[in-house]
């Protein structure tokens, strides 16, 4: 009974949630330099705009924006698989270094690509999902022990320190990078949304669309970890096994989504805390409501950021920051 | 608990739609610039380029901005005021010139090449290798396509005029086959220029200065070298044109560099021969930033 009240709340929620991203996305899609009504919106959409709108919209604007959509996604689901593998709601890709891994594989790929536009645009996740994989390794190195398996509780304090140190060793390969580079990276390293082609599209759609099930097939598995280490055991999972692939999801997910949108912090905590909040701990209802939340969060970041102090437009990693921030704190409090 | 987190996202959304009320008040204007109905309607992706446009009369409806300062080069900024910021060259703002609906766009081969096809899918689009021949090879080519090859012969004439003044006042100041070399201080590095654009024409070819020793042997498709300040006394120059930001740490850093044993042991401090110029209009590289250069050059050298 309490199982299928839970069912048809999170339907609801979710349900909600889409129609907020609709509007979201279709205030996002009216919203830049060049002004377009909502029903001019819609009418090109649907194909029958003027050249103007539909150059704007399809060109410029719908990437960006699917963009923003997938990387919010990838972002709230890795947080909340996170905070599942660690049982520690603080657990957050930025937080536990994958960011600081994925920074540190981009300027790697700057350094040696430069050009950011062409085809070379599809490996730039995977340089960034190498550098995630590099800290992740790291932080399992450390944090594995011979009896217990992998720490939960080391599992946040170490990743801090090792965020510290691929941060360090970003900003010194950073400086040595011509301006123009340098501005660049520096932008991308607070968040800014800078893929904007369908190249950049297509680089990130597989690892979302792909991982984002297998991540939500697996929830059960997840449930079973946050009974604890034992428990889970006895309930039949094998604990390591289950830890290493939901974390090596996470970092693809978090990953392949900085490459595109830069290191957004906070999502990945902000969105399972809400999604928990409104649908309760059991990870396949919590799972996709923490994705939806992600999505609206970031998309509606990138659209502020865009508008509010046009023409410069501000990165939608400091928009995060910036309702995310004071936000979490009231839930902090409210929480006892 | 559900109802404070439908407030939250009220309140959002409000933010949002908010911020939509406000675009559209100040969007609305931009692309009503005052122009002439034969002109043509000139989106410039390059602040050269629109500075180059400017010297021949014609002001572009929208320009790039200086990438670091995120606005119109301060030279120039009173007569742009009816055009539309374009955002900065290397991350322009596209739909900005989408909507003003350009009837042609201009841009820089070295910075806007790779997207020359997503511009041409707004407006015809010429473009110009910056690096190839000097301004006034542009100028000319910029003057054909708008039907002021007149005023692009009258504005270079006025320049090597302008120039052959200098010259005698450079000449009466340091001395015949005078080696000069030009350095920019910046916050992070010393860096000197090489025969290259932006510095190299203007100092080397147009005011005829021999380059210092080693000047020609830096890498000349760069504009500048970083090099310590230990080996500032190896070029051994009669005079220096110092190129200082005008932000505060670049300010500082020249004034650790004036005060430096080795700065102070410099021939041409010692003989008083260094010029502290600004950085636009002398890294202007177009028609006008030299042209505006040179008037500068000649109160420095008239002193």
């Known amino acids: 009974m309490k199982a299928n009240l839970r069912s048809s709340k999170t339907l609801t929620v979710a349900l909600a949630l889409v129609l907020i991203n609709v509007i979201v996305i279709l205030i996002s899609l009216n919203t830049g330099s060049l002004r377009i009504a909502p029903l001019e919106v819609v009418r090109t959409l649907l194909g029958f705009g003027d050249n103007k709108s539909s150059l704007v919209l399809f060109d410029y604007r719908l990437p960006r924006i699917i963009i923003t959509m997938l990387a919010g996604i990838g972002l709230g689901i890795s947080g909340a698989i996170l905070q599942g593998v660690s049982r520690n709601p603080l657990a957050d890709p930025g937080i536990i270094g994958l960011h600081a891994g994925a920074s540190f594989g981009l300027i790697m790929f700057v350094t040696y690509f430069h050009s950011l536009n062409d085809k070379a645009a599809l490996l730039i996740p995977l340089f960034t999902f190498i550098g995630g994989c590099l800290t992740a390794f790291i932080i399992i190195l450390l944090t594995y022990d011979r009896y217990k398996g992998i720490l939960p509780i080391r599992l946040i304090l170490v990743g801090i320190a090792i965020a510290a140190c691929f941060n360090a060793i970003t900003l010194f390969l950073s400086l040595r990078l011509d301006e123009d580079t340098y501005t660049f990276a520096s932008r991308w390293l607070v968040g800014n949304v800078w893929g904007r082609d369908w190249i950049h599209v297509i680089a990130l759609l597989p690892w979302i669309v792909i991982l984002t099930p297998i991540g939500i097939l697996q929830s059960r598995k997840l449930d079973a970890l946050s009974f604890g280490d034992s428990t889970a055991v006895g309930l039949g999972v094998s604990v390591l096994r289950t830890r290493l692939s939901m974390l090596a999801i996470a970092v693809a997910l978090s990953s392949a989504s900085v490459a595109m949108v830069g290191g957004i912090g906070f999502i990945g905590l902000v969105a399972p805390h809400l999604a928990r909040r409104l649908v309760g701990p059991r990870h396949q209802h919590f799972l996709p409501v923490a994705g939806l939340l992600g999505m609206v969060i970031l998309v509606l970041s990138d659209t502020v950021g865009r508008s509010i102090f046009q023409p410069n437009a501000i990165p939608a990693g400091i928009v995060v920051a910036a309702i995310g921030g004071p936000y979490f704190l009231y839930l902090l409090t409210k929480t006892k | ?303």
């Not at chain 2, 043509?40 to 180059?52: E, Q, R, V």
């Not at chain 2, 070298?225 to 051994?236: G, K, M, T």
């Not at chain 2, 401090?269 to 040179?294: E, F, R």
């Open chain 2, 1 to 303: 608990m559900n109802k404070q987190l439908l407030m939250v996202f009220t309140a959002m959304l409000l933010l949002i739609l908010a911020a939509c009320g406000q675009t559209s008040s100040t969007d609305s204007k931009a692309s009503d610039t005052k122009t002439e109905k034969d002109e043509p309607k000139i989106a410039s992706l390059s602040i050269h380029l629109t500075n180059d446009l400017l010297a021949l009369g014609i002001t572009p409806v929208g320009s790039v901005v200086g990438g670091e300062l995120n606005d119109f080069l301060p030279h120039v900024k009173n007569r742009l005021k009816n055009s539309t910021k374009l955002g900065p060259a290397k991350d322009p703002d596209m739909e900005a010139v989408i909507a003003l609906d350009p009837s042609v766009i201009y841009i820089d081969e070295g910075i806007s090449g790779e997207d020359i096809s997503k511009f041409k899918d707004i407006a015809p689009t010429e473009s110009f290798n910056l690096d190839e021949g000097t301004w006034r090879d542009h100028l000319k080519a910029i003057g054909k396509l708008v039907d002021r090859t007149q005023e692009a012969e009258d504005f270079i004439a006025d320049y090597e005029s302008l120039t052959s003044e200098v010259k005698t006042l450079a000449t009466d100041e340091l001395g015949e086959n005078s080696k000069v070399m030009a350095i920019r201080v910046t916050a992070k590095e010393l860096r000197v220029f090489t025969t290259k654009r932006p510095l190299g024409p203007i100092l080397f070819d147009d005011l005829g200065f021999k380059p210092a020793a080693g000047i020609e042997e830096l890498d000349s498709t760069q504009p500048y070298e970083v090099i310590s300040q230990e080996v500032l006394p190896d070029f051994d120059a009669d005079a220096i044109f110092v190129v200082v930001n005008s932000d505060d740490k670049a300010q500082t850093a020249f004034k650790q560099l004036e005060e430096s044993p080795i700065y102070q042991g410099l021939n041409a401090v010692k003989n008083k021969h260094v010029y502290v110029v600004s950085d636009q209009p002398w890294l202007d590289y177009s028609a006008l930033g030299n042209k505006l250069a040179m008037e500068e050059a000649k109160k420095l050298f008239s002193k």
